[in-house]
Nanobody
Framework: QIKPAQSGGGSVQVGGSLRLICEVVRGRCMGWIRQARGQGREVIAVDEFDGTTNYDDSVKGRFTVSLDSAKNTLYLDMNNVQPEDTGRYYC?????????????????????WGLGTEVTVSS
């Protein structure tokens, strides 16, 4: 399987915005997973093949996941970022669809992962 190619990320001040990009994605469930230093993986947003989205409470109302089907590109628009949003962000794809496409299903069902991109939020 072709690995998703990620871009975007970087350093941003509290309250600012960033866009993360993930190319060559198409699957039953596509997700963004965050891992803070020394912490476990946290699924923060998912986009199911039919356009249904789901968010972790920590980002709900601030982050938006979307898919451009024509470009096979998944986006994560991050607004009003906070220090706790700092971490490495991965996009991942579940091609099989055996698990529910929600943030509560965890990250193990995603079989194809990007290399990740760092996001640092400073005050």
């Amino acid at each position: 399987q072709i690995k998703p190619a990620q871009s975007g990320g970087g350093s941003v001040q509290v309250g600012g915005s960033l866009r993360l990009i993930c190319e060559v994605v198409r699957g039953r469930c596509m997700g963004w997973i965050r891992q803070a230093r020394g912490q476990g993986r946290e699924v923060i947003a998912v986009d199911e093949f039919d356009g249904t989205t789901n968010y972790d409470d920590s980002v709900k109302g601030r982050f938006t996941v979307s898919l451009d089907s024509a470009k096979n590109t998944l986006y994560l628009d991050m607004n009003n970022v906070q220090p706790e949003d700092t971490g490495r962000y991965y996009c991942a794809i579940d091609h099989q669809g055996y698990s529910a496409c929600t943030v509560y299903a965890g990250a193990d069902h995603f079989g194809s992962w990007g290399l990740g991109t760092e996001v640092t939020v400073s005050s």
